[in-house]
């Protein structure tokens, strides 16, 4: 029976406007609150982004937001996982020395922060998935531990990137969740991890949770769950990992997939 419905955002539950069927959500939720289901988003967003997109649904689930490294249930934050300031702005440096081009975003519990030379039509593409963007000189003026630290590449260069963060591989999560992004996290911390925390917080198992997924930060996210489904157009790894594969994001598929598999228990 399942129990708990974790959930993707951006190129899974949302569709490529950065919108879903809200009628549909309606229907959805009435099933899940039928049925006794916990719901979660598990997204790179920052939570308070996730509640802007959901207004007052969002209270009535679980947000694993900031790439995973925080839980947030009812305005409160259940858990959260810090890298520190002195090692995030080491990490920044490394990266602004190894291409000063990609936007670097520095998230910290007080929001999250770019540099003044990030151009508005950016600035404006960073705030789909953060609520709150303050700008700064220079990152160092960065006073607050970090709950990520992301970077965008328009050119799709991230995957040549990593290698070059070798020295900070065994102190922090760093995952290309696609060509252009490298999202950064404190050590061990990652979808599947804090998956795992909720699941005992519910007092939920693998059986009884559904996941649904499609980049290649995803993939732990599959491991946690014996009902994981990657998107029709999910990256090909992040099929392999999970258990089924279902429609498009397009296509509304993740509702449309929790309105079968509950009406069938």
């Given at each position: 029976m399942i129990k708990l419905i974790i959930t993707d955002l951006d190129g899974t539950f949302l569709d490529d406007n950065g919108d879903y069927n809200r009628e549909m959500f309606q229907n959805v939720k009435k099933i899940m609150a039928q049925k006794g289901v916990h719901f979660a988003i598990c997204t790179g967003k920052q939570c308070e982004r996730v509640e802007e997109l959901f207004n007052d649904d969002a209270e009535q689930f679980w947000i694993l937001g900031d790439s995973a490294t925080r839980i947030k249930y009812k305005n409160e934050y259940i858990y959260q996982s810090l890298i520190k300031n002195k090692l995030g702005l080491k990490i920044i440096s490394t990266l602004e020395a190894i291409n000063k081009e990609p936007v670097i975003i520095a998230c910290?519990?007080?929001?999250?922060f770019i540099k003044s030379s990030v151009s508005s039509d950016m600035e404006n593409k960073i705030k789909k998935s953060y609520a709150k963007v303050t700008k700064v000189d220079d990152f160092s003026q960065v006073i607050y531990d970090f709950?990520?630290?992301s970077v965008y590449d328009e050119k799709g260069r991230c995957p040549d990137f990593k290698p070059?963060?070798?020295e900070f591989f065994d102190k922090a999560?760093?995952?290309?969740?696609e060509d252009a992004w490298?999202?950064?996290a404190d050590v061990g911390v990652h979808k599947g991890h804090t998956v795992e925390i909720l699941q005992n917080l519910l007092?939920?198992?693998k059986d009884e949770t559904m996941v649904f997924g499609d980049g290649l930060n995803d993939i732990e996210l599959m491991e946690?769950?014996?009902f994981s489904f990657a998107m029709r157009n999910a990256f090909e790894e992040t099929k392999s990992a999970?258990?089924?594969i279902t429609g498009r994001n397009t296509e509304s598929a993740v509702m449309l997939t929790i309105q079968r598999m509950l009406t069938l228990q």
């Open positions: 910290t519990s007080e929001g999250a709950v990520k630290i070059h963060l070798h999560y760093i995952v290309v969740s490298i999202d950064i007092g939920v198992n946690r769950s014996t999970a258990n089924f």
